[in-house]
């Protein structure tokens, strides 16, 4: 989380409350969700790790920034594509759907390779570093491969919809709507106005997923293959939910 260690920690302690709330809730609500509710967990542990890049900078231990930065890089360039599309292909029960999100995590699995040249960096520019009370993470911050305002946005696109089609096109799709307009509005919004620091702030703000997790268990039906259906009601014609 951008603006300090102790707000990095404390969002992190907070998220690890949602989490485990989430598991204990699907546990008992609709425990094939189980792969959405441990979402707010890694969260957690991504922007507790934001918190001791932040110590590693204000205490200028260039060892520290650069481990810490390697391990939040790891979730916020490799993890998260990979995770949803986990989630959604564990959880679907249709087998031609389940089929195209199968393929669909092994190219999400890409993002790995872009988080190898990520921790490698550019030679001369620091792997993390204060901006404007925020962190800037040089090269995800930058535009990986693609170093221009076009290729920023081309490579911020892509990445997000690599991490939301699955939630999109899964049996359940109704489940994660939220979630993913939340996703969308705050990558738009944390490119627009914190563009040297999108990786951090964006990541931050998409910590806000937690709570429409939360909300997505809460209404998930009991069984997996259990999906809501609209039919006509034979009074007046109105459509109504059938379960």
């Known amino acids: 989380m951008c603006y300090s260690a102790e707000a990095s920690f404390g969002s992190g302690a907070l998220l690890l409350t949602t989490g485990v709330g989430c598991v204990s809730m699907a546990r008992r609500r609709a425990p094939w969700i189980w792969p959405f ?54 959880v679907e029960t249709n087998p031609k759907l389940r089929s195209f999100l199968g393929y669909w995590l092994v190219l999400s699995m890409g993002w790995f390779v872009i988080y190898g040249l990520a921790i490698r960096g550019d030679e001369g520019v ?16 930058s535009g990986f491969l693609l170093k221009t305002v076009e290729g920023k946005w081309l490579s911020r696109l892509f990445y997000l919809l690599t991490a ?59 069984k997996a293959g259990h999906c809501e259906t609209l039919e006509i009601s034979s009074e007046g014609g109105l459509p109504i939910l059938a379960r």
């Open 37 to 90: 509710a441990v979402i707010p967990i890694f969260f957690s542990m991504q922007q507790i790790t934001e918190g001791f890049v932040w110590m590693g900078i204000h205490a200028e231990n260039q060892a520290l920034v650069e481990i810490a930065s390697r391990v939040y890089l790891f979730f916020a360039i490799g993890f998260w594509p990979a995770c949803f599309s986990f989630a959604a292909w564990k």
């Open 126 to 141: 620091p792997i993390a570093c204060e901006s404007g009370h925020t962190v800037h993470y040089g090269y995800s911050d």
């Open 164 to 222: 939301s089609v699955p939630c999109l096109v899964m049996t359940h799709r109704r489940l994660m709507l939220v979630p993913a307009l939340t996703a969308s509005v705050t990558a738009f919004a944390a490119a627009l106005y914190f563009d040297h620091a999108f990786t951090s702030v964006w990541c931050m703000w998409s910590a806000l997923l937690s709570v429409m997790v939360a909300r997505s268990i809460w209404l998930a039906p009991a």
